[in-house]
């Protein structure tokens, strides 16, 4: 019995060794494309946000769309905050900030520098303090104690179409929207919560199945909801978040990124219900508006840097805080010179 347990301790003696090199020596993102992927949190939640706490991770990133395949990755750098989501550490954090922008991994900044990233920007530009709430649930916003005890001036909630006609992100984000739990954490310290959630990802593995193609799962397609559903649940779902805002004596501004034209009409409708709306319909210069090209990056499945520049003035020009831009406009402009906001 011993001869058996010394010859398995031989042999799982340099898996070991492996996995105790990838948590205490290597960089966290070694073995990932993106610092998406090596700073998500997957199994042991440490923080509210998606992401692990009070990181610093300066990376060549390459495009989601190409993987290890893009030949000519970007540095850009990240930083969490204590609460786990992507916001550079303040000295000191304001009791109350102006403007909290919720939403997915386009206001989380997935392949951009952490100065480029729309709070940052929108933080530079209004001269107030921004926060970013990207990756979480609306849901979790809104039951979130730290925004109930001290909303924002302005909530800014960015959605892509599949949030209201995809079951599973309809329910994620929208499912008992305003009574919904928060995160739930680990009880364990965070550095430990951490280094076991690692462990679990196995991103070491990970790589090595992506470099031999090798497939983990095959995604389900799923169900959508009815177009003709659609509409009267984006209308529904926004015009409770602007109510909720305004409650709390927060403005609202709604971004719906360029996604699908089934839900024009929703955009019409939550104009003229005086919801602070920003979309891009239809127009004779772009008759399809919902595909603009011109918005998303090539290779990346995210806005542009300069989109989300334009996209920061034009929430600004709702709020009427049209004097507070300090920085040049005239790359930003490109992009949305013929587009209806």
Not at 233 to 243: A, I, P, S, T
Not at 311 to 335: H, Y
Request: hydrophobic fraction near 40%; glycine fraction near 4%.
């Amino acid at each position: 019995m011993k001869s058996l347990v010394r010859k398995f301790a031989l042999l799982a003696a340099p898996f070991a060794a492996l996995i105790a090199i990838e948590l205490f020596v290597l960089p966290v993102d070694f073995f990932t494309f993106r610092v998406w992927e090596a700073l998500t949190i997957q199994y042991v939640r440490p923080a509210d946000g998606i992401f692990y706490p009070k990181m610093h991770v300066v990376k060549s990133e390459h495009a989601d769309k190409l993987g290890f395949r893009d030949s000519n990755p970007r540095k850009v750098e990240w930083f969490t905050d204590a609460h786990g989501f992507r916001n550079r550490p303040r000295a000191v954090e304001p009791e109350r900030y102006d403007i909290v922008v919720l939403g997915d991994s386009n206001i989380v900044g997935s392949s951009h520098d952490q100065k480029d990233t729309i709070a940052e920007v929108l933080e530079r530009k209004c001269r107030c303090p921004v926060y970013s709430y990207g990756g979480a649930s609306k849901r979790q916003f809104f039951n979130d104690p730290r925004f109930r005890k001290n909303p924002p001036r302005v909530i800014v909630a960015e959605a892509i179409g599949a949030e209201f006609y995809k079951p599973s992100f309809a329910a994620l984000n929208y499912e008992n929207l305003l009574g919904g739990p928060g995160a739930e954490q680990s009880f364990l310290p965070d550095a430990l919560a951490v280094t076991l959630d690692r462990l679990l990802k196995t991103n070491m593995l990970e790589f090595i199945r992506s470099r031999l193609h090798v497939q983990r799962y095959a995604a389900e397609k799923e169900a959508e909801t009815p177009p003709a559903e659609r509409v009267s649940f984006v209308v529904d779902m926004v015009v409770k978040m602007r109510d909720e805002a305004a409650r709390r004596g927060s403005d609202f501004v709604f971004v719906l990124m360029p996604y699908d034209p089934t839900l024009d009409q929703a955009v019409i409708k939550l104009k003229e219900l005086g919801v602070k709306t920003i979309a891009y319909l239809p127009s004779n210069e772009r008759p399809q508006a919902a595909y603009l090209k011109s918005f998303y990056q090539d290779h990346d499945t995210h806005w542009r840097a300069e989109t989300v520049r334009t996209t920061a003035d034009e929430i600004l020009d709702l709020l009427g805080w049209t004097n507070t831009r300090p920085e040049s406009q005239t790359d930003a402009r490109s992009v949305s010179s013929s587009t209806q906001p």
